[in-house]
Structure formats: structure tokens, C-alpha cells
């Protein structure tokens, strides 16, 4: 039967990710196995994981490995490990003399690199005769994970967050409660100190932009905040009720804010503003008409809703190079509309959801090309890493077309649907979902 060693190593083992030195006394160069039969030898080796994804918020990870050995002289003494990062190192194994056959295990600690590598090993033992088994090797991957197939839930304890936004290194979220939320990796959030209301406002905050220089956060009942550093804030509410503000977006040196009007007896409202303290009315004002989403995508402002048309309502699309002059597009989809827009490397993507599931694509937002989805796919945000998009709405959804889409975080009660994601370079964050939570992705 085999007799089972267990070596927990919580170290460096890796000497381009952690420093690692080798010890020239106890790193004999293995002999060629002889071969006999009965020779010294290892097998069955298996590890995980194989691929490690790069998570700046986790600085270490463990790697457990387990092989055979049979046949060795007076039992085993040492296990040694190189490796194309430059790692050579021997490890000591306690309890093994007398045991000539058997399993060992290992737990390995280490530093988690900042960017994507490839590094093989090699494997092998020392017995207590100093000689060598066979060699046996294995690769190791460190990739950036864009993929959003895995999320793990964290309860932020802040508020149910409307809007995240990675801008200036750091994660800005928005949401209930008048609330705004910093956090460097999506995980440990810290929530800011906002100045008392200066008049009465509804408590939910909405959308979040960054000029460079200047944070921007815009919410219901006409709330606006401002902050250099998104620690200190002033409050610029409007002292009249002007209808709820959805979202706001910097480009072409000014602020543009949208607001949800009245819908669908009201018009839509757009608001500009050259440092988010001092605004004026656009007089580009569509009556029934609501905007959910503003933003600058590549060298103009795209504004996404809905209006309502011969008591059906249809997608809306507002197209301005600079916030001031807006050009009207509506889209020939009876009762959908439009719920977010983005800047997906080469082209602006739209969607939205109502009788059918709808994204619409343009190059240059003039024209638009439409396809549908399962209307059963609700999705109130997207997020593009460069490979993949990432929707959440009644539920998280991953796509690479942004057409055909993968539910990865089952829908949840309606009632508490998720309404923001983001990538970070690095990471998704999602939030919304109810009862204060937030998703991240790896």
C-alpha cells in the first residue's frame, strides 16, 4: 500500500515572480536514471490549477500537486523543481526515510504576476541515497481573464449601486441612498462623505463621469455632485425640480447630462456644463421622449431611450459632435427601447430590450444595423474588454458577439435586477442585484 507524504511549502517557488535563490549545497544535478527495472521513479503527477487568472486584489495563490514514487533506496529525502522563470531550488521532505514507495503532496504559495506569463517545470526526487528519479514536467499559465464566466458574490454593505465606472485607477460607483463608493479593485469599498443637501432631493444617485481633471455624479430630482478627487465633495443640485437625471458623460470640453423626463407624457432634457458647477438647458428637447444613457463614443455624444410614437413606443437615438446641435434617429421597433451605449473598439453598440431583445451597431452613428435576441434576456449595461462583452440586467450574461449571449449568474427576482457592470483592465465589476451586492469577474 502507499504510504502518503505530505510537504506544505508556504513559500516562494517561482524566482521570476518572487526572488528565489538557488542553494548551491543542496542542489545536486541528477544522475541519468539507471536502466533497471526496479529503478528509482516518479509518476502520476497532477497539479491545479494549470491556469492562474492575474487578480491584483489577490497577491498570492497556491498551487497543490500530488505524484508517485516507487523504489527508492532507504525512502525519499528531497524534492527538486526547475523551471523556465528560473527557478531551481530543492525542499527538504520530512518523514520520508524508510519509505521506499508512496504519494507525496505539495502546497505551494506564491506572488500572482501582474501580467499574463507561461513558465514549464520540471520535477523530480532524491533519495535517501542521493540518487535521482526520472524527471517529470508541467506548465503553468498566468492569463489576464476577460472572459466573465466566473463571478464571485461580495456584499458591499455600502448601497445597491445604479452606476460603476473605472476612471483614474480606481473604481467610482453611484447609487442609492445618495451614495458614492470608491474602491481600487472592485472588492473593499469605501464610502465617501457627501455634503448636506442643499434642497430637498430624492435620495438616488445615477451616473458618474470623469473629465481628467474633475468627478461628476448626477442622480434624481435634478442631484449633482462634484469632486477633484472623489473624496471631497460639493453639491450643485438644482434648487427647481427638474425632472430625474440618468446619466452623464464628458467629451469636446464639457459635461452632457440626460434626464428621463416625464415619460412618456413629458420631453427629454439635456444639460451641459464646461466643470459640472454651472449648467444650461439644451434647447434640443423632444416631447414623449425619455433618455436612459449618454455617452462619448470615439469623437461624439450618443444619447439612448425611447420615445413614444402613435401610442407605441420605439427605440431613440440623439447623435451630437459636441453636445449642443443633436440629430434624431428612431428606430423602426415597436415597443423596445434603448437601454445603455458604448464604444466597442471600432463601433458604437446599442441596446436595449421590451418586445424583442435589440442591439444596434454603427461605425459612425448615422446608420445603424439592428439584430434581435431572446427577448427574455433583460440587459441594462454593457461592458466590452476588448474580446467580450459582458450584459447584466435580469441576470449576467457573456457574449463575444454581443447577438448571441450566455447566462453565467442565473436571473434573479426581478423586482432586483443588476444594473451596472464594468471592466476594469483587469476585472468586471457588477452591482445592483439587491440587498447591496456586488459581482466580480475573475
Not at 46 to 73: C, N, Q, R, W
Not at 324 to 338: A, E, H, K, N, V
Not at 393 to 414: C, E, F, H, K, Q
Request: some cysteine; proline content about 6%.
Amino acid at each position: 500500500m502507499l504510504k502518503q507524504i505530505t510537504i506544505y511549502v508556504i513559500s516562494c517557488i517561482f524566482i521570476a515572480i518572487l526572488g528565489c535563490s538557488k542553494d548551491e549545497a543542496t542542489t545536486p544535478t541528477p544522475p541519468t536514471p539507471p536502466p533497471s527495472e526496479n529503478a528509482f521513479k516518479i509518476y502520476n503527477l497532477t497539479y491545479s490549477p494549470s491556469t492562474v487568472p492575474i487578480k491584483p486584489y489577490e497577491p498570492d495563490f497556491y498551487i497543490i500537486g500530488t505524484l508517485k514514487f516507487e523504489y527508492a533506496k532507504g525512502g525519499v529525502a528531497k524534492l527538486r523543481i526547475t523551471s523556465t522563470a528560473g527557478l531551481d531550488t530543492t525542499i527538504n521532505i520530512e518523514g520520508g526515510a524508510g519509505q521506499t514507495s508512496g504519494l507525496v503532496n505539495g502546497q505551494f504559495k506564491l506572488t500572482r504576476p501582474t501580467k499574463p506569463v507561461e513558465f514549464s517545470f520540471e520535477i523530480w526526487l532524491i533519495d535517501i541515497n542521493g540518487t535521482a528519479s526520472n524527471k517529470l514536467s508541467g506548465t503553468v499559465s498566468v492569463i489576464l481573464d476577460d472572459s466573465g464566466k466566473n463571478w464571485t458574490q461580495n456584499y458591499n454593505r455600502v448601497s445597491e449601486f445604479q452606476e460603476v465606472v473605472w476612471v483614474n485607477n480606481s473604481y467610482i460607483a453611484v447609487g442609492n441612498g445618495r451614495s458614492v463608493s470608491t474602491s481600487p479593485e472592485g472588492i473593499t469599498w469605501t464610502l465617501q462623505n457627501l455634503p448636506p443637501p442643499t434642497v430637498y432631493t430624492s435620495n438616488t444617485l445615477r451616473g458618474v463621469a470623469w473629465s481628467g481633471f474633475n468627478y461628476v455624479v448626477v442622480g434624481d430630482a435634478g442631484m449633482i455632485l462634484t469632486s477633484v478627487d472623489a473624496v471631497n465633495w460639493q453639491d450643485h443640485t438644482f434648487p427647481d425640480l427638474v425632472p430625474d437625471f440618468s446619466s452623464v458623460a464628458w467629451g469636446r470640453d464639457r459635461y452632457v447630462a440626460v434626464a428621463t423626463g416625464n415619460f412618456p407624457t413629458g420631453e427629454n432634457i439635456i444639460y451641459t456644463s464646461p466643470d459640472g458647477s454651472v449648467w444650461e438647458k439644451n434647447k434640443a428637447t423632444i416631447p414623449k421622449a425619455t433618455l436612459n444613457k449618454v455617452a462619448w463614443v470615439g469623437d461624439k455624444f450618443v444619447a439612448v431611450g425611447a420615445i413614444f410614437e402613435s401610442e407605441i413606443y420605439r427605440p431613440l437615438i440623439l447623435i451630437s459632435p459636441d453636445g449642443m446641435q443633436w440629430t434624431t434617429i428612431t428606430l423602426s421597433m415597436d415597443r423596445t427601447y434603448l437601454n445603455d451605449v458604448i464604444w466597442a473598439g471600432n463601433r458604437i453598440l446599442a441596446i436595449g430590450s421590451g418586445n424583442v431583445g435589440l442591439i444596434a451597431f454603427s461605425t459612425d452613428g448615422s446608420s445603424w444595423n439592428i439584430a434581435e435576441f431572446d427577448k427574455s434576456i433583460a440587459i441594462n449595461d454593457l461592458a466590452f474588454s476588448g474580446n467580450n462583452f459582458v450584459g447584466v440586467g435580469n441576470g449576467i450574461y457573456t457574449s463575444r458577439d454581443a447577438i448571441n449571449w450566455t447566462n453565467v449568474v442565473p436571473p434573479n427576482n426581478l423586482m432586483y435586477n443588476y444594473y451596472t457592470v464594468e471592466w476594469s483592465g483587469f476585472n468586471y465589476v457588477a452591482g445592483g442585484g439587491g440587498i447591496n451586492q456586488v459581482w466580480v469577474s475573475p
